[in-house]
């Protein structure tokens, strides 16, 4: 079973930045490409960015492009958020989740089978 605990989340100013970290327990963290999601209130769970395996290749919502980056530490089985001049919009609770293993690249939360429990974001405006 894969568990994922994400952290980092927190409040902070509009032009702000924050990291937020996703640690995986379970099998071998190479093994899986991740995501990030976003699900503010009232809407619906959005894709924000995902990385495979390797860290080779990144992918990002146009929303996001240019202001987050997602990396990953394999042997310290972590993946990461970078948040860079965050605005009020960015408030959501943040997800990670492991891929399925079924179409790649994807931004379908349906393609990714476990997830955090979510890591709070809200940027002050």
């Known amino acids: 079973q894969v568990q994922l605990v994400e952290s980092g989340g927190g409040l902070v100013q509009a032009g702000g930045s924050l990291r937020l970290s996703c640690a995986k327990s379970?099998?071998?963290?190479?093994?899986?490409?991740m995501g990030w999601f976003r699900q503010a209130p009232g809407n619906e769970r959005e894709f924000v960015a995902a990385?495979?395996?390797?860290?080779?290749?990144?992918y990002y919502a146009d929303s996001v492009k240019g202001r987050f980056t997602a990396s990953r530490d394999n042997a310290k089985n972590t993946v990461y958020l970078q948040m860079n001049s965050l605005q009020a919009v960015d408030t959501a609770v943040y997800y990670c989740?492991?891929?399925?293993?079924?179409?790649?690249?994807?931004?379908?939360?349906?393609?990714?089978?476990?997830w955090g429990q979510g890591t709070q974001v809200t940027v002050s405006s």
């Open positions: 990385i495979n395996w390797s860290g080779g290749n990144t």
């Open positions: 989740a492991a891929h399925n293993g079924g179409s790649w690249p994807t931004t379908l939360p349906a393609h990714f089978g476990s």
């Open positions: 379970g099998r071998p963290f190479t093994t899986y490409n």
